[in-house]
């Protein structure tokens, strides 16, 4: 894996080898990484797996012609040829009035933020190993689970770095850590599975994998004896380990591609209220060992914390230069890209900030209604925003969680669910979209 300067070097041999061969304008990006993983079950080691790759992908304009390749063989001659591939594919190819790199007088400048993002480390196998088997050896000792689907821990590095013909150079190091476990509880027909996880950027940010294991084991010994509910109308809440999909549809639908091309439910909604005056949602690739954290975006564009939702109003979409020059508008730093394209837009750590109440207090007032811990399938539409999904998790009576629930549907429509959502106030800053519990009334569950 090449350090964040030497894939500059490289990038820079590219773009030269670009120009050479006739293209206007170029940028390539650098990606390598590597990770060991390791997963063991019911006490024996099952599998270590080691992975590394590098890749650089070139992206030409020859006017409004554009082409893109990408290359494993990362030597200067090999780069050399892919260039002139590239530019040979690009005169070949459909104008786009709307293509193109980034503004040069909006590219980053000066020092890139600090965003804390590599710890150095990198555990052996053998320390890995260990994790697993603590992780699973938690998750079993829970009286009640019976077998295991197994732990597992893996550790990564990873090298980024992008260079563009207008002058933008960058890169950046990461490291990353997870944990997990899965188990199964019950015997026969009456068997659950459930499972936790948690990763960071520094390992000393890790949870430890007993606690993993135990909150695994005690999820899936919590599900035995599911019921169905009837087809009813009722309030649901969602746990905060998926309550983060429902921001992640509105994401979908604020992205410069979805309303460029008119397929989004939100598509006249900017400047509107789309949710409760309390609501406001972040954006922040700033965040320190945030696991989507950057420091630049795609394009070589500075980026900041944005509210996408404040006070329930939507503040603007996420925009790459090619969608903002459709728009009208400016790009806004979430371009977000591999090595084998343009790029597209998207968020960064998203958070939805906390309400007031406890989650005890949010289901207090609930007669009857269903508390969700786990979706399946994605029923979504994201041109009408139509929701349904399949669910899993507890009845909620008198305000507190009873028996557990399975096979039943959720459903509903995004507008309203948005309209009538109400966070409680545990918030927690675990994954890359953090959101506490939610509550949201008027949805229909499908059931027996």
Do not use: C
């Amino acid at each position: 894996m090449l350090s964040p300067d030497s894939a500059l070097d490289r990038l820079d041999s590219a773009l030269a080898a670009a120009r050479a061969a006739g293209a206007d304008a170029a940028d390539a990006i650098y990606v390598g990484d590597g990770s060991t993983s390791v997963s063991v079950r019911l006490g024996k080691l099952e599998d270590i797996g080691r992975s590394e790759g590098e890749e650089v992908g070139i992206r030409v304009f020859v006017g409004q012609r554009s082409a893109s390749v990408s290359s494993s063989d990362l030597s200067v001659a090999a780069l050399t040829i892919a260039a002139q591939r590239a530019v040979d594919m690009a005169r070949l190819a459909p104008e786009d009035r709307w293509a193109g790199l980034a503004p040069e007088d909006r590219l980053l400048r000066g020092p890139a933020p600090d965003i804390d993002a590599d710890d150095g480390g990198d555990p052996s196998a053998e320390h890995l190993r260990d994790i697993a088997m603590a992780a699973e050896d938690a998750a079993r000792a829970i009286p009640g689970v019976t077998n295991s689907e197994g732990g597992g821990a893996a550790a990564g590095r990873a090298v980024s770095a992008l260079a563009t013909s207008t002058g933008f150079r960058g890169g950046k190091r990461s490291t990353s850590y997870m944990t997990s476990a899965s188990v199964l509880a019950g015997e026969g027909s009456d068997m659950q599975r459930d499972y936790a996880w948690h990763s960071a950027r520094h390992n000393a940010d890790l949870e430890g994998p007993e606690t993993i294991g135990t909150r695994a084991g005690r999820r899936a010994v919590e599900r035995l004896r599911p019921v169905k509910l009837e087809t009813a109308a009722l309030p649901i809440v969602f746990d905060p380990r998926i309550s983060g999909s429902i921001v992640g549809h509105l994401i979908g639908a604020i992205t410069g591609s979805a309303i460029t091309r008119g397929t989004s439910f939100l598509k006249d909604a900017l400047g509107t209220q789309i949710f409760d005056s309390s609501i406001t949602i972040i954006d922040d690739p700033l965040r320190h060992r945030g696991l989507r954290s950057r420091s630049f975006d795609g394009e070589g564009l500075p980026v900041a914390r944005t509210a996408l939702i404040q006070d329930g109003i939507l503040t603007g979409w996420l925009l790459d230069s090619a969608s903002a020059r459709q728009l009208g508008l400016q790009p806004t730093g979430h371009a977000a890209r591999g090595t084998s394209g343009p790029p597209g837009a998207g968020a960064t750590n998203l958070h939805l900030e906390p309400g007031t109440e406890t989650p005890e207090a949010l289901m207090a007032g609930i007669k009857r209604g269903f508390y969700v811990t786990e979706l399946i399938g994605m029923g979504v539409n994201g041109l009408t925003g139509d929701y349904s999904r399949g669910a899993s998790g507890f009845l909620i009576e008198d305000g507190e969680l009873t028996v557990a629930v399975a096979e039943v549907t959720i459903a509903g429509n995004l507008k309203d669910m948005f309209k009538a959502l109400v966070p409680a106030n545990d918030l927690s800053f675990r994954h890359a979209t953090n959101v506490p519990t939610l509550r949201i009334d008027g949805m229909t569950i499908a059931g027996a």
